[in-house]
């Protein structure tokens, strides 16, 4: 079985740039998370998606953050502008959904680093 | 306030030597309890989980963890560390109902020859 997806693995950007992400998850798996990992800290959820719908965005920064998952397959994830402490590794995993969240599957990550 | 607490940031040993990673969770209601490893460049990988029942739960790589609810602790444990358990572990808590995870900062390992 295939793994969660993502890409790109790395990108540099200058501050106020705009970037994207993209996440294939799990094939099958209803529910898809998008966490933040800076350096030195576990990560953080900013958005939680049940198929295509949006189950939990409340640490998303809304001003400049923007998520989407079409069909309730892929997501993307989208910073406009990037920021300094936007630099961080930005992971997608996935899962079933209902008590099978907990068994989440997650991807090798996006290394943002803004400058 | 729900937090979890992984209070060495970096941890040594020798291969062959036992380990044992602490993690410290606050949680207003029943914890569900996870540890996670995530190697070099790589995702999050499950090791464990405690959901109920036996406190003592035994996982993937040869690790276990303890529960143990008098001391909010969930501590993680290898009786013989390989060079290849060099990696970040990460301590999670959740709740009965919510499948959001709240993580704690990670302990990173590193394991001499």
């Known amino acids: 079985e295939a793994g969660v997806a993502q890409s790109p693995r790395y990108k540099i950007i200058e501050k106020r740039q705009s970037v994207a992400f993209w996440c294939n998850p799990i094939?099958?798996?209803?529910?898809l998370y998008w966490y933040q990992q800076i350096l030195g800290q576990g990560p953080k959820l900013l958005i939680q998606?049940?198929?295509?719908?949006?189950?939990?965005d409340s640490q998303l920064p809304k001003d400049r953050f923007s998520a989407e998952r079409l069909k309730g397959v892929d997501s993307t994830l989208k910073i406009q502008p990037a920021k300094l402490e936007d630099s961080a590794v930005y992971l997608c995993?996935?899962?079933?959904?209902?008590?099978?969240?907990?068994?989440?599957?997650f991807g090798p990550g996006t290394r943002l680093t803004v400058t | 306030a729900q937090s979890v607490t992984q209070p060495d940031i970096h941890i040594t040993v020798s291969e062959g030597a036992s380990l044992e990673l602490r993690c410290n969770y606050s949680?207003?209601?029943?914890?569900?309890l996870f540890w996670y490893v995530q190697s070099p460049g790589q995702g999050l990988q499950l090791l464990l989980k405690?959901?109920?029942?036996?406190?003592l739960v035994q996982g993937i790589k040869g690790f276990e963890a303890e529960f143990k609810r008098s001391q909010s602790s969930f501590n993680l444990r290898k009786p013989s560390v390989h060079w290849s358990d060099a990696a970040e572990y990460f301590c999670?808590?959740?709740?009965?109902?919510?499948?959001?995870?709240?993580f704690g900062t990670g302990t990173r390992l590193q394991v001499f020859p």
């Open positions: 999670a808590v959740g709740g009965r109902n919510t499948d959001k995870l709240i």
């Open positions: 405690y959901f109920s029942g036996d406190t």
């Open positions: 949680y207003g209601a029943t914890p569900y």
């Open positions: 094939s099958g798996h209803a529910t």
């Open positions: 995993a996935s899962s079933l959904g209902g008590i099978q969240s907990y068994e989440q599957y």
């Open positions: 998606f049940q198929n295509n719908g949006v189950v939990d």
